[in-house]
């Protein structure tokens, strides 16, 4: 079984501020790797799809980039919406997915 | 746009089977094109996969779950429904139901709010 690892497992950051979002595939899922965001009491939503496609009406402030094992979450500029977990998922095995444990980014 | 609405009890007994469904609208649970799946979510923790079902009726199911889960369609009645037995308290969860398309993004796209579970006796 593929285990994801997320790094770190929170960040606190300010509006305007970059945040950089890690997930680690224990083998290769080539660019089989999707990220969600979860607000608190809300379902997840998704963001990024095979590794770098935004879904429909994600702001382009969201970039996902990597191959193989290790992959990237960026936003560029946190608006106050943002502050959010994150998962990752891989779906190497696919409709069998995974998710990473995930990562919160609060606000700082 | 398809909405997903999660229904059924919100406390099991140890040793029972909890039992949800999910009523889609918006869209049909036949289309070729969907897949619908189970998630679920221990209080303060992250995300756990079930089992997803095709509109064929073909099924697939986390190993770690797979012998205490069915997950079935309802077409009669629009809806697919989750069932896992031998419940502890392990499965307290908040579980939701989610859609999916055979073609990108392959991900679950859609979700209902998601419905507690509380397993205790």
């Known amino acids: ?108 | 746009q398809l909405q997903l609405q999660e229904s059924g009890p919100g406390l099991v007994r140890p040793s029972e089977t909890l039992s949800l469904t999910c009523s889609v609208s918006g869209g049909s649970i036949t289309t070729t094109t969907y897949y619908w799946g189970w998630i679920r979510q221990p209080p303060g923790k992250g995300l756990e996969w079930i089992g997803t079902i095709f509109y064929t009726g073909t099924t697939y199911y986390n190993p770690s779950l797979k012998s205490r889960v069915t997950i079935s369609l309802d077409t009669s009645k629009n809806q697919f429904s989750l069932k896992l037995t031998s419940v502890t308290a392990a499965d307290t969860a908040v579980y939701y139901c989610a859609s999916g398309r055979e073609s990108p993004p392959y991900a679950f796209d859609y979700w209902g709010r998601g419905t507690l579970v509380t397993v205790s006796s």
């Open chain 1, 1 to 108: 079984e593929i285990v994801l690892t997320q790094s770190p497992a929170a960040l606190s950051l300010s509006p305007g501020e970059r945040a950089t979002l890690f997930c680690r595939a224990s083998q290769s899922v080539s660019t089989y790797l999707t990220w969600y965001q979860q607000k608190p009491g809300q379902a997840p939503r998704l963001l990024i799809y095979d590794a770098s496609n935004r879904a429909t009406g994600i702001p382009a402030r969201f970039s996902g980039s990597g191959s193989g094992t290790d992959f990237t979450l960026t936003i560029s500029s946190l608006e106050p919406e943002d502050f959010a977990v994150y998962y990752c998922q891989q779906r190497t095995n696919w409709p069998r997915v995974t998710f990473g444990p995930g990562t919160k980014v609060d606000i700082k």
